[in-house]
């Protein structure tokens, strides 16, 4: 069963623009981790946030975590046409389970050339 | 070293055929995942292997799904009697242990196509 809601589920942004995608969960999550995936193939990791951390950076990428609002949001600044892919979160843990990814149903980005 | 592999890229079968798809996890890798991604259902958790064992199954949606893991390495999943809606991509991953940071590498998945 699925964790997160992602919002938007499609998004289209010209090149050099900033996405911002967010994901919303039900259950209490021990982290939260954000995926991008080509084609309809492997998944990448690109970061993980802890459920005691609020804000992360890597490169281009920011996340935020509010765990009061069972939130979290990607924000990919300055995209390139190479970011266009789909955009998952996933969930570990508060099920008794610390291995287990729950996914969101994604976001599709586009950024147009 | 290599990412994780799963072999065939594509599969396509007729209904009532049984398949089996390969996983090849990072060497050194001892947790190993399955998942499955459909249209209809998004990303699910299928099965987890820890060594050899599979403490956790819960995610199999049929007794027509069976999966093993042999010498701490290779795993296959295995699909009887296969219907229409299983059709989707199957995902491997593995992670250096089953700890909540352990970052799970995911292999480039098999279509599997069931006519």
């Known amino acids: 069963s699925q964790q997160g809601e992602e919002d938007p589920q499609a998004l289209s942004i010209q090149e050099g623009e900033n996405a911002t995608m967010n994901c919303s969960y039900k259950t209490s999550i021990n982290n939260l981790q954000w995926y991008r995936q080509n084609s309809g193939r492997g998944l990448v990791h690109l970061i993980l946030?802890?459920?005691?951390?609020r804000e992360k950076h890597s490169g281009r990428l920011r996340v935020t975590l509010d765990t009061s609002k069972k939130s979290s949001s990607l924000l990919i600044t300055a995209s390139r046409a190479a970011d266009t892919a789909s955009y998952f979160c996933a969930t570990v843990g508060g099920g008794g389970s610390n291995y287990k990814l729950t996914f969101g149903k994604g976001t599709l980005l586009t950024v147009n050339p | 070293g290599a990412g994780v592999s799963q072999s065939p890229s594509n599969k396509v079968t007729e209904k009532g055929k049984d398949v089996e798809l390969r996983c090849d996890p990072i060497s050194g890798h001892t947790a190993l995942y399955w998942y499955r991604q459909s249209l209809g259902q998004g990303l699910e958790f299928l099965i987890y292997f820890q060594g050899n064992s599979a403490p956790d199954k819960s995610g199999l949606p049929s007794d027509r799904f069976s999966a093993e893991r042999t010498g701490g390495s290779v795993s296959t999943l295995t699909i009887q009697r296969t219907q229409q809606e299983d059709s989707a991509v199957y995902l491997c991953?593995?992670?250096?242990?089953?700890?909540?940071?352990?970052?799970?590498?995911f292999g480039p998945g098999t279509r599997l196509t069931v006519l």
């Open positions: 946030i802890r459920s005691n951390e």
């Open positions: 991953a593995s992670s250096l242990g089953s700890y909540a940071y352990n970052e799970q590498f």
